[in-house]
């Protein structure tokens, strides 16, 4: 199994240590969806983002919601048939093997991330099958990982894959490693080859959800849950050499909804954009 080398110098490393008395961002989206592997610290991050702004668990419901409708075209419609999914978190109930899976049960799945409590419950939970993985990298990196042999014996670097860098690049604080990290995974994948990003949204236009996305920020500072929320032009810029597929970069609710929308929008739904493009 690759490991990614990790030394207390290493500005890329979160380290290997656990600590359950601070939150941690994949527990924290665990228990806004409602699952059961998170501690006390990630509950009370829960209660505070809630008194901020009601609507959060919804909203990060209708993320994975998203996330599967984006699945469900690539695989049936794209014709892909390799999903890297890039910070891919705890597993949940409906993981990307098992949507992709369903429609191609040939279709290739590596998860990737580089938190050991997600490496340890996604070896046990989704390495289901010959043809689903959970390896340990820095994501911040592709050169490297894109060149390990260990991920190259698991996916064809010749045919179109799909990258799903979801609700991971906010996490990641410096703009600057951010747009690295794009672009080196784009420049791995082959021409024909999908990339999927969503990302916290500053409007930046004075509204009260440009106030909301502010103090978000603001008040996770310096702790593991910190947020970048973006400006539309700057993830915009992550699809520099890429074709967007329609509706192009948009709150999420709005990009090729199952159907009209019952549940009532909160402030939530209109912090996060999410797009789907190609490499041509
Ligand atoms: C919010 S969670 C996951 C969300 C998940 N992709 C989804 O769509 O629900 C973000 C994940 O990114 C992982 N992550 C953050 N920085 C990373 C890095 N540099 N390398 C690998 N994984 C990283 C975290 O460990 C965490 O599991």
Redesign the pocket.
Known sequence: MPAAEHTSWDP?S?GASIDFDAP???R??DALLGGRDNYVADREVVDQLADLAPGVGQM?RD??EW?GRVLRLLVTQCGVDQFL??????P?LDNTHQIVQRNNPEAKVCY????PV?LAHGRALLEENENTHMLE????RPETVTTDPGLRRRVDFDRPMAV?L???TG??LDDDVVRQTVRGWVKAIPSGSYVVV?QQFDPADGSVHSELARTLHKAFLGTAVATAFRERGEIESYFEDLRMVEPGLVQLHKWWPDGPRLVPLSEWNHLMLGALARKP
């Open positions: 890329h979160r941690n961002q994949a924290l989206f990060v993320h994975r996330v999914d890039l910070g891919s978190g705890l949940g990737i991330d580089n938190d997600v990298f820095d994501i911040t799903l979801c609700a991971v996490h990641i969503s």
